[in-house]
């Protein structure tokens, strides 16, 4: 049996050596640390041991380590998150756009003030501007009618100084060419579009006064054609009551 050491651990590994080589004992040393260390590091902290032992374990069997799934849930939030933004986002732009067209399509009520002339109260706005669209249809209506149109060619008449000279071709003369075919056209003695032209006008109602100066005696016939004057206007009128009163 071999002497063993006295003088501690030098002495034990010494004697290690010298008794089975220095491979044997150089194994020996390790095996030894390696126990220690892992002894030391169970017994401060057990749990982290367990841990480790347990990813190992799950390491060899499943061929990956179990993972923390608190960042992917972390994730999943966030990713939720940006999409109630984006889905509020898109409903606000949708509101914006909605606004902004209402703005577009309406009127201040200050505009319609100026636009009508008078100082309305705010809560008596839709009244007013329902009673200007009333007037406003009775207006038109009576726009439209033959007296109207005739009323217009009178005073036309009057600011030209007692008659009409339809061959002029002026643009500031227009208005009243249409007008003058409007009425020809409802007695029948105009079939062409409604232009305003000169050279239209001027035919149909040449045409017109010749008709009417064969119907009555020499000293009521028209003596110059192409006029439109009292006379024409008032010949007019007749034949018009003539056509209803015959109709």
């Known amino acids: 049996m071999p002497d063993t050491p006295q003088n501690g651990e030098s002495g034990i590994v010494q004697w290690l050596i010298k008794e089975y080589g220095f491979a044997t004992a150089g194994g020996v040393l390790i095996v030894v640390v390696g126990i220690f260390w892992g002894g030391t590091h169970l017994l401060a902290d ?19 380590p179990s993972t923390d799934t608190s960042s992917t849930d972390s994730t999943n939030a966030c990713q939720q998150e940006l999409d109630t933004i984006k889905k ?10 909605a606004c902004t067209a209402e703005l577009s399509s309406s009127i201040p009520i200050l505009d319609i003030g100026v636009a009508t002339g008078e100082k309305v109260p705010k809560e008596e706005i839709p009244e007013h501007l329902r009673q ?19 009323f217009k060619l ?14 002029i071709d002026s643009q500031d ?28 006008t001027y035919n149909a109602l040449k045409a017109y006064q010749e008709t009417y100066n064969q119907q009555v005696e020499e000293e009521f016939r028209f003596k110059q054609l192409g006029y439109l004057g009292y006379g024409t206007l008032e010949s007019i009128r007749s034949t018009k009551r003539m056509r209803e009163r015959n109709s």
């Open 46 to 64: 057990p749990g982290g041991s367990v841990k480790v032992l347990w990813g190992l374990i799950e390491y060899t069997k499943e061929g990956t």
């Open 88 to 97: 509020s986002t898109a409903q606000l732009s949708k509101q914006v756009e």
């Open 132 to 150: 200007l669209a009333d007037r406003d249809k009775e207006l038109r209506k009576y726009e439209t009618s033959f007296a109207f149109k005739l």
């Open 154 to 167: 009178e005073r036309a008449v009057r600011d030209r100084g007692g008659s009409i000279n339809v061959s």
């Open 173 to 200: 003369r227009h208005s009243d060419y249409r007008l003058i075919q409007q009425v020809l056209q409802e007695i029948g003695h105009f079939f062409g579009s409604i232009d305003g032209a000169s050279q239209n």
